[in-house]
């Protein structure tokens, strides 16, 4: 299972309280953002840098993250995302949401005792 | 071969031919690339091989464009915008120093001094010659030398907004005291002394501000290398 095989409505659907949760641990920029992510899932979300960008910038314009220029030594500046409170109280929202989609999928999905 | 800083340039034309990414924006992919480069390289693989696997991670140029377009919505109207007024501010500045050019030219040329009409004939004659060079400038091929020394020009004061706006309002004042002299001297017309601080004034006052604040906008000192809206 790879992302092609996930739909994209569900890849941009699920992106935001992916993004947050990473954020959750800290500041963070966009690479690492995406290798934390493809680690976490077992590389089975692998997401595109072209997706990822906008949605930071998306996010960030909604006040759940707020974000810095940070000169690096040895390499090219980074951008730095913290998750905002605006932010946690929105990934708190998601979290809900999902859970309760997950729960309803779970007890559909669950297998049925054979009729006897 | 093109080395890595060169290819990657090439790339970011590309890119930011359409318009849509702010430099920051630029900026926070250029340095996204070189990290999967560095990566890549540190996994063995080489400069070249590394930078197409990074290039190829990132995507379409038009689908990457596409979705900044969504998040940048009005910068193509602001880049627009800044070029007016800085167009405008040029503009400014060549008025006051072809009045400045004229005087000087029927102060020293004309048998009987200065007048009136014959500075306005001479400032018609540099208004022509302005627009002549300005046409042949713009029919200039590409590659030619003036062209690269505008480019240059125009990416410097990019970079240097505040330098650029100094520098403009200098000039501005100085032709325009230059100017006004002459006339209360020449033409004993003390009113236009008066009108040199408002002209000064209200461009200074409407015109910089806001090609400072578009300049915030749209670069960043992070991006130096690239170009408004190229």
Not at chain 2, 80 to 93: E, P
Not at chain 2, 175 to 185: D, G, I, Q, Y
Not at chain 2, 195 to 219: D, K, M
């Amino acid at each position: 299972m790879n992302t092609a095989m996930i739909g994209k409505d569900l890849v941009a659907a699920s992106a935001t309280p992916l993004i947050l949760s990473v954020l959750l641990d800290g500041e963070n920029y966009g690479y690492e953002i995406i290798r934390r992510v493809k680690n976490v899932s077992g590389h089975q979300l692998d997401w595109s840098e072209s997706m990822l960008y906008p949605a930071l910038r998306r996010l960030e314009d909604r006040g759940l993250l707020k974000s810095r220029w940070v000169a690096s030594e040895s390499g090219p500046n980074r951008k730095y995302y913290t998750i905002t409170r605006q932010g946690r109280s929105a990934l708190a929202a998601e979290r809900d949401a999902w859970m309760t989609i997950h729960t309803t999928l779970q007890a559909l999905w669950e297998p049925k005792p054979c009729p006897t | 071969m093109p080395n890595l800083d060169q290819q990657l340039a090439s790339w970011k034309h590309v890119i930011a031919r359409a318009g849509t990414l702010t430099g920051d924006d630029m900026a926070e992919l250029e340095g996204h690339v070189r990290e999967t480069v560095r990566h890549l390289t540190v996994c063995g693989l080489s400069e070249q091989e590394a930078l197409v696997i990074a290039l190829r991670r990132i995507g379409d140029p038009g689908a990457v464009t596409a979705e900044y377009a969504k998040v940048n919505p009005g910068l193509a109207w602001a880049r627009r915008w800044y070029w007016m007024t800085a167009g405008f501010l040029i503009f400014s500045v060549l008025l006051q120093g072809i009045d400045a050019v004229s005087y000087a030219i029927a102060w020293l040329a004309l048998p009987t001094g200065p007048t009136m009409i014959g500075v306005s004939i001479i400032k018609l004659g540099c208004f022509t010659a302005l627009a002549v060079a300005m046409f042949k400038t713009a029919l200039l091929p590409s590659s030619g030398r003036v062209a690269i020394m505008l480019q240059r020009a125009s990416s410097w004061c990019s970079q240097h907004p505040f330098a650029t706006a100094t520098v403009a309002l200098a000039l501005m004042v100085g032709f325009r005291m230059t100017n006004s002299l002459a006339l209360a001297f020449a033409f004993r017309d003390q009113r236009d002394a008066a009108f040199t601080l408002s002209t000064v004034g209200t461009i200074g006052a409407l015109v910089l501000p806001v090609l400072l604040f578009l300049w915030g906008r749209l670069v960043n000192p992070a991006a130096a290398a690239m170009q408004v809206g190229d």
